[in-house]
């Protein structure tokens, strides 16, 4: 009898013993749900958004941005950099780092790592994310920075960074994560976007690489050795990969997940009734658009030359196109007030710059199949299909997979077309397919999202120069638009600014690139338990160092 006791008590204490490890591992995690796994954990490469939100906490900037809710603008912050000087004419500024600051691997970071970081930017071999956007600094004409102009090194944390003159110079020039030297140095430049380290990285932020199961979950842990830690920070964050939309929101339900965003805004006044669960919005960062190939995107890739697209580099159809589609159908049925029309790429939340009057596209299918009429598009053989030197008006619209807001526009976009005797034919990728194929030039036409960048940044978007701007997914073409972006690059007063931004938008707002949708707010979803948490125009998973439980 007491061995029975005795063994009663030893698994009574063994389950309790157990329970308190649960709730200690629960109450010091937070599990972040997203669709589709990451292609990478390289900053070089991050191109997709929990790409960008996972390595912004592997590896410290030199120094960040963050957005001033009461002023409504963005402001930098240091990281790296301890503190800074500019000289009296703002074209250098001197840079003292912080001496605490090591490598997940033990080494100490210092200002050779950030002009490694610059160099690899920049150099058109690597073809990174931020490839084109040292326009500031002293470059060669490919677009690679100077290194010997650009940077003089004092000590390994004191340096010194020279700009252009005439430019306007600001410290979100300096806002890029750094990388360490003495791995990537080893690496042959052309291989490094399929190395180890865009899946084991060496970094320096508030969190590291703790495990990458794939197609499943990856686990950051807090990185003690960061100046950022402290013993309040979670020691967890778990980005669990779950692909079906439906299977988010009853984990929120459940607790199994602590957070997601992008949620369908039929299922927010519901999850807003859940007691454990807060919902809330981001608004003016995001919209959809549909993106025409302007050119021909086999012929340029073969070539390095500009050839009109068969169907879409020609101006009149694609402003067809544009009237055929029936946005606000979308926006009414769809985004149920989490939304509004988009008629071009500057946000309302840019208040200055934003052009009001721009009218965009409305659904006018007559007026569409006129423009179509008007550049030699008919249905000569009656079968419903338009044609033209005897090729049927007939492609392919890529869509990423297990996106709801995208499977219902991509359907009245088809719909919408055919009623003006264009045939679509709606094809799912999986996110890597699909921007492997928008950065090959593969694609005709596809449905994504912008994400406004902050502080605006055109020129990486839509400037003519392909080989420096791989965003400019569309291949759009203008020299005056090209001069614009070109002027707003130097010193201009606030209205001299205004005006230019204006003119902008109202000439790809004529040309149309791509179809406009419609701006949708992020509708992000959280547990009550995470406190400290912000939500602006920086996303909601952002300082995560910051939050707690």
């Known amino acids: 009898m007491r061995l029975k006791i005795y063994f009663l008590l030893i698994l009574i204490l063994f389950l309790s013993l157990s329970c308190e490890k649960e709730d200690v591992t629960k109450s010091s995690r937070v599990v972040i749900a997203i669709q589709s796994e990451p292609e990478t954990l390289n900053p070089v490469y991050a191109l997709g958004i929990n790409e960008g939100v996972i390595t912004d906490h592997l590896f410290l900037y030199l120094l960040d941005l963050k957005w001033n809710q009461q002023k409504g603008e963005v402001e930098a912050f240091p990281m790296l950099a301890e503190k800074w ?182 299922d927010a006044k519901q999850l807003s009734s859940n007691p454990n669960l807060n919902v809330a919005s981001v608004k003016g960062r995001q919209f959809d658009y549909v993106g025409w190939s302007n050119i021909d995107g086999k012929y340029f890739s073969e070539k390095n030359k500009i050839k009109p697209h068969r169907f879409f580099g020609d101006k009149k159809v694609r402003q067809a196109l544009s009237y055929a589609i029936n946005r606000k159908e979308i926006v009414d049925q769809f985004l149920l007030g989490y939304g509004s029309l988009c008629n071009s790429p500057i946000s309302e939340i840019f208040v200055s ?47 990423p997979s297990g996106n709801p807001l995208r499977d219902f526009a991509s359907t009245v976009i088809k ?14 990728l999986e996110f890597g397919v699909l921007m492997d194929g928008l950065l090959n030039r593969k694609l005709d036409s596809w449905i994504l999202a912008w994400f406004i960048p902050l502080p605006l940044d055109l020129k990486s978007y839509w400037y003519s120069d392909l080989k420096q701007t791989q965003m400019n997914f569309a291949g759009y073409q203008s020299e005056e638009a090209d001069k614009i972006m070109l002027e707003l690059e130097k010193k201009l007063s606030k209205d001299e600014y205004i005006v230019l931004m204006k003119k902008f938008q109202q000439i790809i707002s004529d ?39």
């Open 85 to 266: 000087q500019w000289n009296s004419d703002s074209t250098s500024i001197e840079i003292f780092l912080r001496k605490d600051s090591k490598w997940s691997d033990g080494k100490i970071i210092s200002a050779y790592d950030v002009v490694y970081s610059f160099d690899i930017y920049s150099d058109p071999q690597v073809q990174s994310r931020f490839y084109g956007m040292f326009k500031n600094f002293h470059h060669f004409d490919d677009g690679r920075v100077d290194l010997e102009k650009t940077f003089a090194v004092i000590d390994s944390f004191h340096l010194i960074i020279n700009f252009l003159p005439d430019k306007i110079i600001s410290l979100f020039d300096l806002a890029f994560p750094i990388i360490p030297k003495h791995i990537y140095e080893k690496l042959n430049r052309s291989e490094i976007q399929t190395a180890e380290i865009n899946f084991n990285p060496v970094s320096s932020g508030p969190y590291k690489l703790k495990k990458w199961e794939r197609n499943q979950f990856i686990i950051l842990e807090a990185n003690r050795d960061c100046y950022l830690y402290d013993e309040k920070i979670i020691n967890q964050i778990i980005f669990k990969i779950v692909p079906d939309y439906n299977s988010v929101v009853t984990q929120l339900k459940k607790g199994e997940v602590d957070l997601s965003e992008d949620l369908q805004p039929s």
């Open 353 to 399: 710059e934003f052009d009001s009057s721009l009218k965009g596209f409305e659904y006018n299918p007559e007026k569409a199949k006129q423009l179509l009429k008007e550049s030699g598009w008919t249905d000569k053989n009656q079968n419903g299909i338009l044609e033209k030197d005897n090729i049927e008006f007939s492609f392919t619209l890529n869509i």
């Open 415 to 428: 719909n919408n077309l055919k009623q003006i005797g264009i045939d679509v034919k709606v094809e799912k």
């Open 511 to 549: 040309e149309q690139p791509v179809t406009f949708l419609y701006w949708f707010d992020n509708i992000v979803c959280y547990n009550k338990r995470i406190k400290n948490i912000t939500i602006n125009p920086f996303g909601p998973v952002q300082r995560i160092w910051e939050w707690r439980l």
